[in-house]
Every structure is written in structure tokens, then in C-alpha cells.
């Protein structure tokens, strides 16, 4: 069994920062890409951005600049930093890992975590 444990949302002001973390525990024998994805009210749930097991990246335009994921793979967990924070970041973040556990590859989220950046 996996699981994984967001932490770091809440509520700030438009500019302000907030730092995201994802850890995955259980039976894991091997993590590919790690996430995050955010779905706001009424939209579709989207790509914010992901880290391959080798350290490359890649950001949704909308964040570019703005926000920086990263990873560390000796706690088998993922972080986003988001600075210079708006308003239309408001949305429920998850995380995504892809990992083998048991010979059995698969993406797993995280339960969600809420953001609200107020003007």
C-alpha cells in the first residue's frame, strides 16, 4: 500500500509565497516523475508542473518564473515553491507520483491540499 501525505496550503495575500510538500511512504519500490496538479472551481484539473526522476522540469505557462518544484529522492518527496502568488492560483493542489511498487507501475495522489491567495 501507498500513501501520500500533503502538507503546506492555507490562505495568503496576492505576492505572497507558500511551499508545498508531498511524501510518499509504503511499499515503494522505484518513483519516476513526481507533480503537482491544482483544480480550481468549475475547471478541470491541471498541470502545474512535474520533476523527472533525473531533475528535468516542466511548468505550465501560467507559473512559469513564479513557481520551482523540486524533489528529494532519499525522502521520496516532491515540493513546490510559489512565490509572487495571484489570485487565479486559488485552487486545491495535488500531487501526482508515479512509482513501482510490487512490479506494479502506476500514478498515486495525494488527498489535496487548498491554496487561496485573496487580492
Known amino acids: 500500500q501507498v500513501q501520500l501525505v500533503e502538507s503546506g496550503g492555507g490562505l495568503v495575500q496576492a505576492g505572497g509565497s507558500l511551499r508545498l510538500s508531498c511524501a510518499a511512504s509504503?511499499?515503494?519500490?522505484?518513483?519516476?516523475?513526481m507533480g503537482w496538479y491544482r483544480q480550481a472551481p468549475g475547471n478541470e484539473r491541471e498541470l502545474v508542473s512535474v520533476i523527472t526522476s533525473g531533475g528535468s522540469t516542466n511548468y505550465a505557462d501560467s507559473v512559469k518564473g513564479r513557481f520551482t518544484i523540486s524533489r528529494d529522492n532519499a525522502k521520496n518527496a516532491v515540493y513546490l515553491q510559489m512565490n509572487s502568488l495571484k489570485p487565479e492560483d486559488t485552487a486545491v493542489y495535488y500531487c501526482?507520483?508515479?512509482?513501482?511498487?510490487?512490479?506494479?507501475?502506476?500514478?498515486?495522489w495525494g488527498q489535496g491540499t487548498q491554496v487561496t491567495v485573496s487580492s
Open positions: 501526482n507520483v508515479n512509482l513501482e511498487t510490487y512490479g506494479n507501475r502506476r500514478s498515486w
Open positions: 509504503g511499499s515503494i519500490f522505484s518513483i519516476n516523475a
